[in-house]
């Protein structure tokens, strides 16, 4: 096929694309749709965590507790790390949305994490377990989905529907956790395999009805359009002016080492980065939730009702107090509402832990871990691309706040080696005491830099930021 033949093949699925995005019920449809994606996004985010213990005991045939178990679980942990060295590559996949269409990127994201999700369950040996983790590290953070909102929405609406569909979806995580009521033996330590089966079932339909209910957005469609609805002079003239503002945005880019120099070398975004990087720290323990209340039904204090109960209602907490945490922010400012986000991981991750290790209703425990990690994720975002982004200059922000994120990734690295070593040197059973011990200090240092050395950006002049050294 010629590439005239190509580009009048793809002009006229786009008008086709375009003449849908005005029917009546086609924006009610979509959304339904993004949610069902934002769901599975969540679920595939999630599912491994909630039955890591079952996970390592079936794959490793070892028993709970032991020194077997805990150095398995650290083999694990560290074999698990190299899924995020795909990371390294994602800014270039992700790029491609923006020369093939978003459409494409959505099916193969969310089939992409059904098969992860498949292929983990069909593990017998850890390699295979291990290859389904990277797919899964993979596919799982590009969210397109809240692209296609960003691009399909209505301007006075983009933030309300991002945020509703966003809360939604962490609600519904609560399904793993009934999940694993229905469907988990702990005499039978293979049946944690079945708490994937209707994410994965979920997986495949809503990827494969994406493709027959959604079409491209109209932002891509539009632009595209105008360029295959040109004449060849006007192409190759649109051709050489975009080459042209790739060569001077390149001249314009700011590398990493200059972003690091203009990080280090300025006192707000300075103290941004260590709280930061502090936070990142302290995101450890959001991993190990499932072994630390493990920790707490062996101990004494939960049973398994009550470890189900947690599971079931914390992701709803979660996802009311993200909202929350949104009407917060625009009420109170940046610096205000991230020190009480900060509030909330702290005293959340002290209760919890505190619930894991003395008795204490599983209700409770549940409301302090949703909340906590409703904190947790909702500062970091701000931190990382918020307050960055109205602290630095038009013409360094995107390498700043692309700069910022790599920073988060080295605490994440952190938080995971601690995690692995402390388990195999304290044992899995303390986990509650041990990461706590870790993590709520680095939270507290984190709100008294925060407090003390952040400026309030909120209502800033993008275009005109006074930098402070």
């Known amino acids: ?4 033949e190509k580009e009048k093949r793809e002009l006229e699925r786009l008008e086709k694309d375009e003449a849908f995005h005005s029917h009546k019920h086609y924006f009610l449809i979509l959304i339904i749709v993004l949610s069902i994606v934002y769901i599975v996004d969540e679920l595939a985010s999630s599912v491994r965590g909630i039955v890591e213990v079952q996970t390592v005991r079936d794959l490793f045939n070892v028993v709970y507790p032991s020194s077997e ?5 650290a083999t694990l942990g560290f074999a698990t790390m190299l899924g ?29 994490m059904g098969v992860g999700m498949l292929v983990c369950i069909i593990s017998k040996s850890v390699t295979l377990y291990i290859i389904g983790t990277v797919i899964l590290t993979f596919f799982t953070p590009n969210d397109v989905q809240v692209i296609y909102i960003m691009e399909c929405a209505p301007k006075e609406h983009r933030a309300k529907l991002c945020s509703i569909t966003k809360g939604l979806a962490l609600i ?21 395999r079945n708490v994937f089966i209707i994410p994965i079932i979920l997986a495949f339909l809503i990827g494969f009805a994406a493709i027959y209910f959604v079409r491209e957005t109209p932002v891509y469609t539009q632009k595209r359009l105008q360029y295959l609805r040109a004449s060849e002079e006007e192409k190759i003239a649109a051709i050489a002016e975009e080459r042209h503002e790739e060569e001077e945005q390149r001249k314009k880019n700011v590398s990493v080492w200059d972003a690091i120099r203009f990080i280090l070398g300025n006192r707000q975004t300075r103290a941004i980065a260590l709280v930061a990087l502090l936070m990142m720290f302290s995101t450890g323990y959001t991993g190990k939730y499932q072994p630390m ?36 922010t625009d009420a109170l400012g940046r610096k205000k509402s991230a020190l009480i986000l900060g509030l909330w991981a702290a005293v959340g991750l002290g209760v919890f832990a505190y619930g894991c290790l003395a008795p204490l209703n599983p209700y ?26 109205e602290s630095t200059p038009t013409e360094m922000r995107a390498s700043v706040v692309g700069t910022m994120q790599l920073i988060g990734m080295f605490g ?9 070593v402390v388990t195999m040197l304290a044992g899995s059973t303390n986990l509650p005491v041990v990461l706590t011990i ?5 939270m507290a240092i984190a709100l008294v830099i925060m407090m003390l050395r952040v400026k309030e950006t909120k209502g800033v002049d993008l275009d005109n930021i006074q930098v402070d050294k």
Do not use: C, H, Q
């Open 412 to 420: 994440v690295g952190f938080n995971m080696i601690y995690n692995n």
């Open 84 to 112: 995020y060295a795909s990371y390294l590559i994602s800014p270039f996949y992700k790029s491609l949305a923006d020369r093939l269409g978003r459409k494409p990127f959505l099916v193969i994201n969310t089939l992409g």
């Open 438 to 442: 870790a993590y709520l200090p680095l």
């Open 364 to 389: 409770i425990v549940g409301l302090a871990y949703g909340i906590s990690i409703a904190g947790l994720w909702s500062i970091s975002d701000m931190i990382f691309f918020v307050i960055t982004s």
């Open 69 to 73: 178990f805990d150095n398995a679980t």
């Open 293 to 328: 209340l493990e920790a707490g039904r062996y101990n004494g204090v939960m049973d398994s009702n009550a470890v189900n109960i947690i599971l079931m209602f914390y992701p709803v907490i979660n996802g009311i107090f993200t909202i929350i945490g949104g009407f917060i």
């Open 172 to 192: 519904s995580v609560s399904l793993l956790g009934l999940f694993v009521k229905l469907f988990v033996n702990d005499a039978v330590p293979s049946t944690w």
């Open 1 to 4: 096929m010629t590439n005239a």
